[in-house]
């Protein structure tokens, strides 16, 4: 498999040439359990999500890969955080390189799917679980998504409109 890079707060970080815009959930069960997973091309586990494609709203596209990385289908509840950080690149394997611009939104597993076991695609995520906040600080996680979960557990929901 070929290996996106990432570089964040790396002084070796390459220039962007564009900015990729990318949404991601926080989702909480009624255990308060987090859902997350595991990412196949470097293992770091995180919060599903991924790049908002041409045509999507970014509470549609949170929305679509949540469900494609977990078989989780969820509401969104707010919003948990805006990350535009210049110095977080991602570099794909045709060397493209981007800035990301990441909004996180917080979300609760849809009435209908709230028992649900959650599972991976097999193509993006090779594990994907619910995981009490306490268990989290044993993961391998990526510092900037840690961030983002950190920020999403000790943070309120933003109240706002989701154009969906």
């Not at 110095?87 to 909004?103: E, F």
Request: glycine share 6%.
């Amino acid at each position: 498999m070929v290996r996106l890079r990432e570089y964040y707060q790396d002084p070796n970080t390459p220039r962007a040439h564009d900015v990729l815009p990318a949404a991601f959930a926080a989702v909480r069960n009624r255990a308060g359990e987090l859902l997350l997973v595991r990412r196949i091309d470097d293992g770091n586990w995180e919060l599903p999500g991924g790049r908002i494609e041409v045509g999507e709203t970014a509470a549609t596209t949170v929305v679509r890969e949540v469900a494609e990385e977990s078989g989780i289908t969820i509401e969104l509840t707010g919003l948990a955080g805006v990350y535009s950080d210049p110095t977080h690149v991602l570099v794909d394997p045709d060397d493209t390189i981007h800035q990301q611009l990441a909004l996180c939104f917080h979300a609760v597993p849809a009435a209908r799917t709230d028992a649900d076991q959650p599972r991976p695609d097999h193509d993006e995520t090779d594990a994907a679980a619910w995981f009490s906040t306490s268990d989290i600080d044993n993961l391998k996680i990526h510092p900037a998504m840690q961030l983002r979960i950190d920020h999403a557990l000790r943070g309120e929901s933003q109240n706002c409109a989701f154009d969906q």
